[in-house]
């Protein structure tokens, strides 16, 4: 199994210019959502989605839009780039496993975004 | 914020020594997971303790959760070179849906050789 899939690992934008980060995952997880990681903060949830047509804000979802259409995939939108949104993206899904509340979290390897 | 908060921010231990990492949060819980991240990798998954566990064992890992405290810790016993990277905890709030983790600032590990 391939696991969580991200697509690309690197990416360099321009302010103002848009790009979709891929994101693609062969468990049959319901659950997706997309973190940012930086510097002395953690991971910081931005959006999820509850399974295929279902998705929600999480702690920063301003300047990125997500939609779930199948199952397999969950892809974030930046529709315009800003220099705050250089940071490292993770993708990661979870399903209910041995128990509902006994499972993790499988993560991505990420996207480094810088934005100039 | 909802994050939770993990000290120290960074350790730094000779190889055959303990390290402990401290992790407090805010909410209710269903469970307390810990992670480890290399450099330049994602996250791992290292062991989950569930609200009505006290301590949990894997391997050279302990952890320990304090309800009433908010607290968690995760001891690494007889520490390698090979451990060196950020250690994550990470909160299930009671009433989420499973999946919807917190997760706290890290601690960076460093083990010397």
């Known amino acids: 199994n391939a696991g969580v899939t991200q697509t690309p690992k690197f990416q360099v934008l321009k302010t103002g210019q848009s790009m979709t980060l891929q994101c693609a995952q062969d468990?049959?997880?319901?659950?997706m959502s997309w973190y940012r990681q930086d510097p002395g903060m953690g991971l910081r949830l931005i959006h999820y989605?509850?399974?295929?047509?279902?998705?929600d804000q999480g702690e920063v979802p301003n300047g990125y839009n997500v939609s779930r259409s199948t199952t397999e995939d969950f892809p974030l939108r930046l529709l315009s780039a800003a220099p705050s949104q250089t940071s490292v993206y993770f993708c990661?899904?979870?399903?209910?496993?041995?128990?509902?509340?006994?499972?993790?979290?499988?993560f991505g390897n990420g996207t480094r975004l810088t934005v100039t | 914020s909802q994050q939770g908060e993990e000290d120290p921010q960074a350790l730094s231990i000779q190889e055959g020594e303990n390290a402990t990492m401290n992790c407090s949060y805010k909410?209710?819980?269903?469970?307390l997971q810990w992670y480890r991240q290399n450099s330049g990798r994602g996250l791992v998954h290292l062991i989950l303790?569930?609200?009505?566990?006290r301590e949990k064992h894997s391997g050279r890992l302990r952890v320990t959760l304090d309800t009433s405290k908010k607290s968690s810790s995760l001891l690494i016993t007889a520490s390698r070179a090979a451990d060196t990277a950020s250690y994550f905890c990470?909160?299930?709030?009671?009433?989420?849906?499973?999946?919807?983790?917190?997760f706290g600032q890290g601690t960076e590990l460093s083990v010397k050789p």
């Open positions: 468990m049959n997880h319901e659950y």
């Open positions: 990470a909160t299930d709030a009671r009433h989420n849906q499973g999946g919807k983790l917190i």
């Open positions: 909410t209710s819980i269903n469970n």
């Open positions: 990661a899904s979870w399903g209910p496993g041995q128990g509902y509340y006994n499972s993790p979290l499988h």
């Open positions: 989605s509850v399974g295929a047509g279902i998705t």
């Open positions: 303790i569930r609200s009505n566990e």
